[in-house]
């Protein structure tokens, strides 16, 4: 039996004492409830049971259990299975501020309103709950809006999320996650599109990633490096590759669209220094719908309305809409061509300028190329141009004209081969040809004029001379020629004027009386139009040349008929 002192009303103490007793017997009770009261189960504890049975007990550590003999903490709360535990607070009525509630499945919840369970179906306002191994949050009588898995993982509108945050939303225009700054503005948002899921990055390793309607469409390097619509392919930054821009689609290309916030304004990409600024610009301007490139703070070239490439001008010269390039300088334009070989060795091409028709044909119409004519060593650069053109009916060109490293012009054709002509009329003033001896190399026009053609027809040279390639080596079948006698005696010479060109009286043969008498000595060529189309009539000619030739053998014959002659006059005088 335990003893306790009492203070009193007098000032003077007594002592009291209970038994332990039990929860059954406490040893204090109330009078009619014997089975109510406190009791000590054990040295330094004290309990309180109702009905019989303890439901609070404080140990020798000052730590109390609520259903538990032996509490683990400082509060320690034990229900039977299936018993709601809760703890309310409310202000008035019956509606509770606040309550934690054991009920059902659930391991406890913390929820306001009108104090059902979370799963009663009944409605509550906010509640937080346990339930077999995760974390539960409702509001506004939504049984749930976010849950706290037992692998950590945290869901949003979800009660299976696949990820350490999941979200998900029934409509497409809600927002997964949004930040905003101290105005409350939006920062920026993790959301949904109508197409599928939007989502702003998805860190891999060192990498970032942003993507919508569920595919990856940009890549955020570890160095910085931007790489938009590509998933297989990242920024090299050993290339200067910062921005990359790719379309996933095959066959599709891509684009980067800069737009002008103004009726005729322009829009423009700058490349600077971080110690100058502007030092390179690509500009479109739609004021005169020209793409100008800026270098070193200077236009170098621009793309007018026309499509013509101008490049040291920015105004094109020339009504011709068709002269897609323009080069201006102020000691004139130039274009060089190339070629990108530290070696170049006899008959290698060192540039061209080709021609070709839209008829799909990959063969060009005509070219000049540019030839090395031998080995290229340092200040020894030998080259030739060579000209081709494709013949009608062909279908590639074919070489027809070429100079070679020592200025030789050398040509084939198969029809004239050069047709030169003047606009000056026919004089004895005017040139169509000139040819000159002892030039100084580099530098056409000089020299000593030796043969000349003059507009009127005249050939002229410095020494009468006039010469046929006529090496027995190169002929056969040498006899003597028949007698020409006949043939200048029956041919006719006349005197005439030209219609055009010409008005002073010459003398010579027409071709076609000379032709009845001696068709060897006229030619004929067929008339072209300026295209080199035949009009269907021929112009005749007369070879001077061979009437030379048979002139000759006319006065042998003569010569030999006087020496006959001269004998027998000889032979009548010597009588």
């Known amino acids: 039996m335990t003893q306790t002192k009492a203070q009193l009303i007098d000032g003077k103490s007594a002592e009291i004492e209970f038994s332990g007793g039990s929860a059954s017997a406490p040893a204090i009770s109330f009078t009619g409830d014997t089975n109510t009261g406190v009791y000590s189960p054990g040295a330094d504890q004290l309990a309180i049971s109702t009905n019989g049975t303890g439901r609070l007990f404080v140990d020798a550590n000052g730590r109390v259990g609520v259903g538990t003999a032996s509490p683990t903490s400082a509060l320690h709360i034990d229900v039977a299975s299936g018993e709601p535990l809760r703890f309310r607070s409310r202000i008035s009525g019956s509606n509770y501020f606040a309550h934690v509630n054991h009920a059902g499945g659930d391991l406890a919840y913390v929820g306001a309103g009108g104090g059902a369970a979370l799963n009663s179906g009944t409605t509550s306002d906010y509640a937080i709950r346990a339930n077999q191994g995760a974390l539960l949050f409702a509001t506004n009588g939504n049984f749930e809006r976010m849950r706290l898995d037992s692998s950590g993982r945290l869901g949003l509108g979800t009660s299976s999320p696949t990820s350490i945050l999941h979200c998900n939303y029934a409509t497409a225009t809600d927002t997964y996650i949004r930040t905003t700054n101290s105005a409350g503005t939006n920062g920026f948002d993790f959301g949904v599109s109508s197409g599928g899921e939007a989502w702003v990055f998805n860190r891999n390793n060192t990498n970032m990633y942003l993507g919508t309607n569920s595919a990856q469409r940009v890549t955020i390097t570890a160095g910085g490096n931007v790489g938009i619509g590509t998933t297989d392919f990242a920024p090299a930054s050993s290339y200067y590759d910062d921005l990359v821009v790719k379309n996933a689609t095959a066959g599709t290309g891509c684009g980067l669209t800069l737009i002008s916030n103004a009726t005729n304004g322009f829009s423009a990409v700058d490349f600077a220094d971080t110690d100058a600024a502007g030092r390179g610009r690509l500009t479109y301007s739609h004021a005169d719908d020209s793409l100008r490139v800026d270098v070193a703070g200077n236009e170098a070239f621009r793309v007018d309305s026309s499509r013509r490439l101008l490049v040291g001008t920015s105004t094109a010269f020339g009504a011709a809409a068709s002269e897609l390039l323009q080069v201006a300088n102020a000691n004139g334009g130039k274009i060089s061509l190339l070629r990108n070989d530290t070696s170049i060795a006899s008959g290698n091409e060192v540039g061209v300028i080709t021609w070709y028709s839209a008829d799909g044909n990959t063969q060009p119409v005509a070219s000049i190329a540019c030839f090395a004519d031998g080995d290229h060593a340092t200040d020894d650069k030998p080259g030739r141009l060579v000209f081709s053109t494709t013949a009608d009916g062909a279908s590639s060109p074919t070489e027809r004209m070429k100079i070679d490293k020592n200025g030789t012009i050398a040509a084939v054709s198969t029809s004239t081969c050069v047709d030169a002509g003047t606009t000056l009329p026919a004089a004895p003033t005017y040139y169509i040809y000139r040819g000159r001896h002892s030039a100084t190399a ?29 090496d027995i080596k190169l002929k056969e079948n040498i006899v003597d020629a028949n007698s020409q006698w006949d043939d200048l005696k029956a041919l006719q010479v006349r005197n005439y004027n030209f219609k055009e060109g010409q008005t002073h009286t010459q003398i010579g043969l027409i071709a076609q009386e000379a032709e009845l008498v001696s068709p060897g000595l006229v030619s004929e060529s067929p008339d072209l139009d300026e295209d080199g189309n035949d009009l269907g009539t021929v112009t005749k000619s007369v070879n001077y040349s061979v009437l030379y030739m048979k002139a000759v053998k006319a006065l042998q014959e003569a010569m030999e008929r006087i020496e006959v002659l001269e004998a027998k006059v000889n032979a009548l005088e010597g009588n």
């Open 442 to 470: 580099g530098s056409p026009g000089t020299g000593t004029i030796c043969f000349t053609v003059l507009s009127n027809g005249n050939v002229q040279n410095t020494n009468n001379s006039y010469g046929a390639i006529s």
